[in-house]
């Protein structure tokens, strides 16, 4: 008597679509390692984004292991929080469609576009910063790669 053994795919999109409501993200080009960056984030915009090793993002390519970091700011007696992703070790990229970028900034707030534009233009002023633009999750195919 032979066994079926079946494959079950993780439907993802339940997950998906409740991460990503009410927020919007900022693609960012600067050569700064996370540690500085975060720093200049910090000091400019007088927030506190922290890094916590658990939250690393683990990425299983070929055979080697890969870890993205991610920095948290939680706004205090709020739900509101910035999650601020860094998209590449050495060469592999935890978004493959984003090569570009360097970081990306995921807000989710009250009036996460309207606080997405604002974010954005002020990253457009600081001297380490080469670009900042608002990005439409819609767009990425490895949306799932951000899920913490």
């Not at 439907?11 to 960012?28: H, N, W, Y």
């Not at 707030?109 to 608002?134: G, H, R, V, W, Y």
């Amino acid at each position: 008597m032979a066994k079926t053994i079946t494959k079950t795919l993780l439907d993802m999109s339940a997950a998906q679509e409740k991460f990503f409501t009410d927020v919007a993200l900022i693609g960012i080009v600067s050569a700064l390692p996370g540690y500085h960056f975060c720093w200049l984030l910090n000091k400019h915009f007088e927030i506190s984004f922290r890094r916590d090793p658990d939250q690393n993002i683990p990425m299983q390519k070929k055979d080697n292991q890969y870890y993205f970091p991610i920095y948290q700011h939680i706004f205090q007696n709020s739900s509101h929080k910035y999650l601020l992703y860094k998209l590449k070790n050495g060469n592999e990229t935890l978004l493959p469609e984003t090569k570009q970028l360097d970081y990306l900034w995921l807000i989710q707030t009250a009036n996460p576009e309207e606080d997405a534009c604002l974010l954005a233009n002020e990253l457009k002023n600081i001297p380490d910063i080469q670009l900042s633009q608002i990005i439409d999750p819609d767009q990425l195919k490895s949306l799932n790669n951000l899920i913490v």
